[in-house]
């Protein structure tokens, strides 16, 4: 087992990863969750026939009364309409403050279920059991919870931290190569942003099966990574920021084409090597980094570059949480494995950005 403690000042827990570990998370909550008499376990329809009665069942031997609840399964769940949903299926649960919600998924389920979690009664404990590639490197650790709005994607969240975060690396033998590729890109992030060693290690490993056959490393180095930064920036102030890298641009093709045409993970694939070409234009990123993002991104079967066109882009940046006024703070590469914030005027951004899209 890889065990990796979280020591948020009054928040503290842990992230567990191991094989077969979902048939004992019902043990592993016990432990956790003192105070609670009742679960609410929520999972989407896609998850749900696949896992969740073996999740029931352990959480049910540990002597918790269990309600399964079931989303549909994609990003248009993740909205206030079902966030109200939940709401009133866990009160007429009965759920209480001291009891607890499990989310059973990926980053949708997760995001949906941690905020109904922060909000409900003004906060009840919440477990995290990521089931995709994508959740187990990034949204369930963190604290970030959230639900989309029309105006573009996690702009109503809270921080809310899990009580512990529970992953089986086994889960992921389930998910379509599509998905698989989705998580990647998050993955291949954690090498450009924050250690230039493990991107190095990424490109000795290009395939899925390749990557498989050293999951509980891969994880235990992004979870890791993520928790430093984590520990160091909780809310997002400062150096947590440099998770964000390739998001801004990448946010623009998820908008542009309306959450439906490409992943999030396709979409910061593509602002990646995008905002790599980015810092090579201003001087900052070696002129070397931007082919290796985009060879180690293709063989995952994933997009270098997405259409769009500047009015997505100005959308984009307009709404990112990073702006200030006519300023926005880009993640942008000085070497593989480090980045930092450069603050652009929205202008200027828009215009070097322009510039980059007629070039290629």
Avoid at 13 to 21: N, P, V
Avoid at 108 to 131: E, K, M, N, S
Avoid at 147 to 155: H, I, T, Y
Avoid at 338 to 357: F, G, H, P, Q, S
Wanted: hydrophobic share 45%; with cysteine; proline share 4%.
């Amino acid at each position: 087992m890889h065990r990796l403690n979280v020591p948020l000042p009054g928040r503290e827990y842990e992230i567990l990863i191991e094989k077969g570990l979902l048939d004992r998370v019902g043990a592993r909550c016990r432990v956790t969750l003192l105070r609670a008499t009742r679960v609410a376990l929520v999972t989407d329809s896609n998850v749900g026939p696949l896992y969740a009665q073996r999740v029931k069942e352990s959480l049910e031997k540990s002597r918790f009364q269990v309600k399964l609840i079931t989303i549909p399964a994609g990003e248009k769940s993740k909205c206030p309409e079902m966030l109200a949903f939940l709401w009133e299926e866990m009160l007429a649960f009965g759920l209480t403050r001291t009891d607890s919600v499990v989310a059973l998924g990926g980053g949708v389920v997760g995001d949906l279920a941690g905020f109904a979690a922060a909000t409900l009664l003004r906060g009840v404990d919440y477990v995290q059991i990521p089931t995709t590639l994508l959740a187990q490197v990034d949204s369930s650790v963190g604290g970030k919870v959230a639900v989309d709005l029309k105006a573009g994607k996690n702009l109503a969240g809270a921080f809310w931290q899990p009580r512990s975060v529970l992953m089986d690396p086994e889960v992921l033998n389930t998910l379509p190569d599509r998905v698989f590729s989705d998580g990647m890109a998050e993955v291949i992030k954690y090498g450009c942003i924050l250690d230039g060693d493990f991107f190095d290690m990424l490109e000795q490993c290009p395939s899925r099966a390749q990557v498989m056959e050293v999951i509980e490393q891969v994880l235990h180095i992004c979870c890791a990574l993520k928790a430093e930064v984590v520990l160091q920036d909780e809310h997002d102030l400062g150096r947590r920021m440099l998770l964000n890298f390739g998001h801004t641009l990448g946010h623009a093709y998820e908008k542009a084409y309306h959450y439906e045409t490409y992943t999030h993970g396709e979409a910061v694939a593509a602002g990646m090597c995008a905002a790599a070409q980015l810092g090579v234009q201003m001087g900052i990123t070696p002129a070397d980094v931007p082919g290796r993002i985009a060879a180690l991104v293709e063989r995952f079967r994933l997009p270098t570059e997405i259409p769009c066109s500047r009015e997505d882009y100005a959308g984009a940046v307009g709404l990112d949480k990073k702006g200030q006024g006519n300023q926005i703070s880009v993640i942008l590469l000085r070497a593989l494995g480090e980045a930092e914030a450069v603050r652009l005027n929205k202008a200027e951004l828009l215009d070097r950005i322009e510039e980059i899209r007629k070039k290629s």
